[in-house]
């Protein structure tokens, strides 16, 4: 509370306040912050630095793993996250005969050592921290995106997927959603039920139509999102 009430009064001196979704102006404006100083300036991407032209095919080769379907996440291994949801859903899909992929869980954080001891398998693998030319290839050498985060104000990491190519499944809470929302790029489920994300990945990974035409809005999405677009807001 006190913490609230000392950002309501810094705010106060201001005469605009960009935010980063919609979803976090109306929680702001719930929180007393005057709703006509907030509007939406979404983040951008770097089309030169997410491409789906930085597709490897012998990346995946230093981490063991070799042709097939891959679903990624990408960004901070902690509970925040979300991710022991998507990893139940994934698990159990694993003993299905219509369904063949690997879970890459690409990034660093508290709860990564405790999460590999638990899920992983031959199908779900835990890469470490990339960033740079390996983030960026291992974007474009995956097949789909998951992103179940609950907390994100905007989601960078979708974001940069779109660019690569990537459509994603995301949470219908937080900024994520609305990025996938405005192109059709993807799929919001409700990721508080592992039951949901798991429909949500079998869903993707077993029609090929669908996911062409989500990797068409998650490119368009992207392209609208470069940032000489998104700073001609200013």
């Not at 990945?201 to 992207?222: F, I, K, T, W």
Request: hydrophobic residues 40%; charged residues 25%.
């Amino acid at each position: 509370d006190l913490t609230w009430r000392y950002m309501s009064w810094f705010y106060e001196c201001m005469d605009q306040i960009a935010v980063p979704s919609s979803a976090y102006l109306d929680r702001l404006a719930e929180k007393g912050f005057a709703r006509e100083k907030l509007y939406v300036m979404p983040r951008g991407v770097d089309p030169e630095r997410f491409s789906p032209d930085k597709r490897d095919e012998n990346f995946w080769q230093q981490f063991g793993l070799g042709d097939g379907f891959k679903f990624l996440y990408a960004g901070r291994i902690s509970k925040e996250k979300n991710l022991e949801n998507l990893l139940e859903a994934f698990r159990s899909l694993q003993s299905g005969r219509d369904f063949s992929a690997r879970l890459i869980l690409a990034g660093d954080g508290p709860h990564l050592e405790e999460l590999k001891k638990e899920y992983a398998d031959e199908n779900i693998h835990f890469t470490g921290r990339l960033d740079g030319e390996s983030l960026a290839k291992a974007y474009a050498g995956a097949d789909f995106f998951v992103f179940p985060s609950l907390t994100d104000t905007f989601g960078n990491a979708v974001l940069e997927a779109h660019a690569s190519g990537l459509p994603a499944i995301v949470s219908g809470e937080g900024g994520p959603c609305e990025i996938v929302r405005t192109h059709n790029s993807g799929l919001v489920v409700d990721a508080r039920r592992p039951a949901a994300l798991a429909e949500a990945l079998h869903s993707v990974r077993n029609n090929d139509a669908l996911r062409n035409q989500l990797r068409e809005g998650a490119l368009a999405r992207a392209k609208a999102s470069r940032w000489e677009t998104i700073l001609a807001q200013l």
